[in-house]
């Protein structure tokens, strides 16, 4: 019986990880800014969770492929969405690396992740096909609002959650 509640419980939390990257991610659209080389999505924020749950890789996954499809490019269901897993399983990996216990490399898997497979696919979807230069223009401008999302948003985060009682009890199932 106790494994099953564990199993509920996961897929819950994953759920609602999943809904609230997409509701975020829907709600930074409504100003131009979840879609295209210039991207703030506030939802990435939310991209440091596996530092503190093993839930948030298939909730970050799943919301993301939820939120790709009203990016208006199916390749974005493929690419964003392998571009969140990669760096979830990242952030996940680095999740001890902590300094005055916060995880302060947890933002950059999905910086560095993000940059390099968005940036290419932008830059593979252009009418001029591949080209390096106009490559490393895009992975600098999507790794730029990933940069401040994770940094400026997302660590102050996981500063909140590491020192919340009941974010602690929320996670302390799968940790």
């Known amino acids: 019986m106790q494994h099953q509640t564990d199993r509920t419980r996961y897929l819950a939390l994953a759920a609602m990880i999943a809904a609230l990257y997409t509701i975020l991610t829907l709600l930074a659209a409504t100003w131009g800014l979840a879609y295209g080389p210039v991207q703030f999505r506030f939802s990435e924020a939310l991209t440091l969770l596996p530092a503190f749950t093993s839930a948030a890789v298939p909730g970050l996954t799943v919301g993301c492929f939820l939120s790709n499809l009203f990016s208006g490019y199916s390749t974005d269901l493929v690419v964003g969405t392998a571009a969140t897993l990669v760096a979830a399983v ?44 106009e490559f490393f223009t895009q992975a600098l401008s999507v790794g730029a609002g990933e940069l401040a999302v994770c940094y400026g948003l997302g660590l102050p985060l996981a500063a909140w959650l590491g020192s919340s009682r009941a974010m602690k009890r929320v996670f302390q199932y799968f940790s």
């Open 90 to 133: 990242g952030t996940r990996l680095v999740r001890n690396v902590r300094w005055r216990g916060l995880p302060i490399l947890a933002p950059l898997p999905p910086v560095l992740v993000n940059a390099v497979f968005v940036g290419a696919e932008i830059v593979a979807l252009s009418p001029g096909g591949f080209a390096w230069a």
